[in-house]
């Protein structure tokens, strides 16, 4: 113990007497330290913690590919989901959903920037999740005369649960709920 305190007090002697070495050792083990929590937590997010879905491992994505472009990626439309599905003899359900794409939200207040994605109604039973409030879309809600919608938590907090605002209406059948996906 007597060597390590020598040890100690003589690097505090040269540190004083150098100190723009002091100062780049300092900042080196800062960044050290950094990069490799900051690492950690992107490997810990993707790789380490699981998704949070009913059996996560057993989840995939297929895609449609346009012929020359493999690197294209794009969802199929319906009429191919139905093909895929007479012909499948190895998932248990495949279901679609769309990329996000931005779109305004108004009638309720100020219009909103909002992000939306259509899925097919089997998309929210193939995650494993139920919604807090309400029920998600039936099969026969897949037709283009039905509007079903499902709303993040963060969106009902945000912009619903202040108003007495309800999205239904003589010309949609909708429905509105707080989803546990966000």
């Known amino acids: 113990m007597d060597t390590f305190l020598q040890d100690v007090r003589y690097a505090m002697r040269s540190f004083v007497k150098s100190p723009g070495f002091f100062a780049i050792v300092v900042l080196s083990l800062a960044l050290g330290i950094g990069a490799n929590s900051t690492i950690f937590s992107v490997v810990n997010a993707l790789i ?87 029920r998600v879309p039936r099969h026969d809600e897949i037709q283009d005369e039905f509007q079903t919608i499902v709303i993040s938590d963060a969106f009902w907090k945000r912009s619903l649960i202040t108003t007495q605002t309800s999205l239904e209406n003589q010309s949609t059948s909708s429905v509105s709920f707080r989803s546990s996906l966000e």
Do not use: C, M
Request: aromatic share 10%; proline share 11%; charged share 15%.
């Open 48 to 134: 380490y913690r699981s998704l949070p879905y009913h059996d996560p491992d057993r989840l995939t994505v297929i895609w449609a590919t346009e012929p020359g472009h493999p690197d294209s990626r794009n969802a199929p439309p319906i009429a191919e989901l139905v093909d895929w599905k007479a012909r499948n003899n190895v998932f248990d359900d495949i279901a679609l959903t769309s990329g996000t794409e931005p779109n305004t939200l108004s009638g309720i207040g100020q219009p909103e920037s909002v992000a939306v994605q259509y899925a097919t109604p089997n998309f929210f039973g193939l995650l494993g999740v139920q919604p807090a409030l309400g």
